[in-house]
């Protein structure tokens, strides 16, 4: 079947280092897209990718960094530059950059930096 | 600019009651999509339904129903004869049409608790 991978589920760092989530779908979408969730509070867009090898910011890409070197992965390195890494990521992908098509969502990682 | 609001932060209800999520969106845009989510605890967003800005005939499937009025802005989503398995967060999202990708705008979310 196919869907959206994000490993790990969970993730522990030491402040100050920087930490890479993974993700990759094999929806053979075009776009890709990286959410922050903080408890109670709605989603926040990182980073996005409509095509490979293109990629832009989002509201909250300060401390963040992509990659999109393959269609099918769109990894996300938290840096030591992000203030409040603790939250939960969630990587989604959508088949095109259509506004009608829904945006399909992976299981999430949640980071914690101590 | 776009704007989903859900003023519910959060609701519980006994469960087999009815109960409705409401959500009020913002855009200047004449074509656009509205689209519910529901996060279980295990954290996936699970799509449930998108709707057009051009059709505003009423939905049904199943227990969920959902009212979209564009004279009011809003996009209200109603679990009839809820279940605990219902308890989750919803959430509310606008998509534009010609947005390639960019903004698709949640609301804040509604924790729903059904409780037995």
């Known amino acids: 079947d196919g869907g959206i991978t994000q490993s790990p589920k969970y993730l522990f760092r030491k402040e100050g280092q920087n930490v890479t989530l993974s993700c990759e779908q094999n929806?053979?979408?075009?776009?890709m897209y990286w959410y922050r969730q903080d408890p109670g509070q709605g989603l926040r867009l990182i980073y996005y990718s409509q095509i490979v090898n293109d990629f832009q910011k989002g509201d909250i890409a300060e401390g963040y960094s992509v990659s999109r070197e393959k269609k099918e992965s769109f990894p996300l390195t938290v840096t030591s530059a992000q203030k409040n890494p603790t939250a939960f990521y969630l990587c989604?992908?959508?088949?095109?950059?259509?506004?009608?098509?829904?945006?399909?969502f992976g299981n999430g990682t949640r980071l914690t930096v101590t | 600019a776009q704007k989903v609001t859900q003023a519910q932060t959060e609701i519980s209800v006994v469960e087999k009651e009815d109960v409705t999520l409401d959500c009020v969106y913002e855009t200047r845009d004449t074509t656009y999509y509205l689209f519910w989510y529901k996060q279980p605890p295990s954290g996936e967003l699970v799509f449930l339904i998108r709707r057009n800005s051009f059709d505003e005939q009423n939905e049904i499937s199943g227990r969920y129903s959902w009212n979209f009025q564009k004279s009011t802005s809003s996009f209200n989503f109603t679990i009839t004869a809820s279940q605990v398995v219902d308890s989750a967060v919803y959430f509310c999202?606008?998509?534009?049409?010609?947005?390639?990708?960019?903004?698709?705008?949640f609301g804040p979310g509604t924790r729903l608790s059904v409780l037995p």
């Open positions: 999202a606008l998509s534009e049409a010609d947005n390639y990708g960019q903004n698709f705008v």
């Open positions: 989604a992908s959508r088949p095109d950059r259509g506004g009608r098509s829904p945006l399909h």
């Open positions: 929806l053979n979408h075009d776009a």
